[in-house]
């Protein structure tokens, strides 16, 4: 098992296979000429195999698929599919932007993939071409429905900014309230060299609470009848789905934090807070390294496990920034 030095044990990796993505979105990727990792960099599905062959053996229980967009990834029904085949006790989930699964749903259903996180943060098609440069917010909503008739569970993840999405709480609200799924607000964290993370832009759960109260009722779900690791959700009892925030500038979770994270290029994030990172990809490609030697390499890297709340304490002092990585490179 993996452990750090306060006793946290780490049960759940974030995966990002990629850093590419269709979309743009101002406060993920602020400069237009973003560099992408070279291909030959970017971790292959072999070695992603060889990767969760051993964290698998280390009490990882959960992986979540992130980015950039998994789904820009060639052949990753091939991969989602070996992947179940060869790691059933796995819960495997993904992170998507919803932009290109219209046609994949029913075979990551067939597949066996149970929930997606979908991030969607605006409801209004052109504030969605504004944020995103592109112009599609219908075939999101379609997919959304489509992914709740096959019964495939959906949460919405939205970051909140204020000035661009905050009044649509309502709308949002509205959406949890008609359908099945979950809605869930992200403060929007300064996270990325050239962030445009404003203090203006700052929308507190708090505040998002209070509002959301003023629209309908909400209803704690106990922790123990939970297992969403760091969002409060509360359920609605005038309506079918759940309203969530998740806090890590506001009220931060690192007391419990499970997570790892391993970028597109094969660089270990023991922190989303942290640039400290270590390079796996020698390691995983090299034939003079076994699983035995790789799992040293994570549990020592385990060990220093910051806790991110203080890094943030210390880096917003004198930088605008937490970390120098953009979020689309790290996966979220
Ligand atoms: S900031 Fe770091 S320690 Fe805190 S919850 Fe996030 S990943 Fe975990």
Known sequence: MIKDNYGRAVSYLRLSITDRCNLNCFYCRPCRNTRFIPHNEILTYEDMFYLLEVVSRMDVQKVRLTGGEPFVRRDILYFLNRLKNSFPELDI???TNATLIAGKI??????GIKGLNIS?????????QRITGRDFLNNVLTSIDRCLEVGIRVKINVVALKGVNDHELEDFVNMALSRPLDVRF???????QKTLWQKEHFWSSDEILQSAQK???LKP??????NHGPARIYSLPQGQGRIGVISPLSNHFCLTCNRFRITADGRLRTCLFSDKDYRLLPLIRSPRINNDQLKKVLERAGLKKPMGHEIMGRN???RKSICERVMS???G
């Open 186 to 192: 992200i403060e929007f964290m300064p996270i990325g």
């Open 316 to 318: 917003n002092k004198d």
């Open 221 to 226: 779900v106990a922790d123990k009848d939970m």
């Open 329 to 331: 490179s790290i996966g």
């Open 106 to 111: 029913r075979a990551l259903k067939d597949i």
């Open 120 to 128: 969607l943060d605006t409801l209004d098609r052109e504030k969605y």
């Open 93 to 95: 989930r993904l992170t």
């Open 215 to 217: 629209i309908t009722e």
